[in-house]
């Protein structure tokens, strides 16, 4: 099994809906992200959380807020979809120690705005 | 402020032939880097991490980096491409310098590696 999970996989919404994006992890860790993918941009940091009391806005929060429901689940709701939100989202965890450690990413859902 | 610059957005190179992949990151303190590697429809997967031990870092499927404080580089090779190698890569950054950047991975903008037969 997957030690990270999103769910949906692939979401086409309109815009001015509400969506929620879920992400799970198994891995134990503290440490959870939100990131976008667009083509030629890499990832942004949307939002984290170093733990469940704990949650950051990353470089590019706007349009987007999340909740840390326990260790395992950090959820990325969109209140308001925009079409300029088309993009791949990924979710990641990392371990609180040491600070040089990896991120271990999630397979993405991919979000169509119309 | 950290940042990550990575030369070529696409790169293309014959089936044997020498895979590089360029990555210049700027940092105000040692940093951490990365390399990462997107197949398609998947997920990012780690190749290498510099931790400021060796600066020659191997990695897995034959990929190595080299550490190069003097040119604030990091460099990806592999000596022989192979069909599966074509993906987009990844380099980041990440700095250990307590505060609120502790911890946080800043990306490039990738790198799309095709393989030709």
């Known amino acids: 099994d997957a030690d990270v999970t999103q769910t949906p996989r692939n979401r086409i919404t309109k815009t001015g809906k509400r969506i929620m994006l879920e992400c799970s992890q198994t891995?134990?860790?503290?440490?959870m992200y939100w990131y976008r993918q667009d083509p030629g941009l890499g990832l942004r940091l949307i939002y984290y959380s170093f733990d469940v009391k704990d949650i950051n806005k990353g470089e590019i929060s706007d349009g987007y807020s999340v909740s840390r429901q326990a260790q395992a689940k950090f959820s990325l709701s969109l209140e308001s979809a925009i079409p300029n939100q088309t993009a791949l989202y990924f979710c990641a965890t990392s371990a609180d120690r040491p600070s040089n450690n990896e991120q271990f990413f999630g397979p993405g859902t991919r979000l169509t705005v119309l | 402020a950290q940042s990550v610059t990575q030369l070529g957005s696409h790169v293309s190179v014959s089936e044997g032939a020498l895979v590089l992949l360029r990555c210049n990151y700027s940092s105000s303190v040692p940093p951490y880097l990365f390399w990462y590697v997107q197949y398609p429809n998947q997920g990012l997967q780690l190749l290498l991490k510099y931790t400021s031990a060796a600066t020659l870092v191997k990695g897995i499927n034959g990929f190595e980096a080299e550490f190069k404080k003097s040119e604030t580089s990091f460099h990806l090779t592999k000596p022989s491409a192979h069909m599966s190698d074509a993906a987009e890569y990844f380099c980041?950054?990440?700095?250990?310098?307590?505060?609120?950047?502790?911890?946080?991975?800043?990306f490039g903008q990738g790198t799309i590696l095709t393989v030709h037969p």
């Open positions: 980041a950054v990440s700095e250990d310098a307590g505060g609120t950047s502790y911890g946080k991975l800043t």
């Open positions: 891995k134990g860790h503290d440490r």
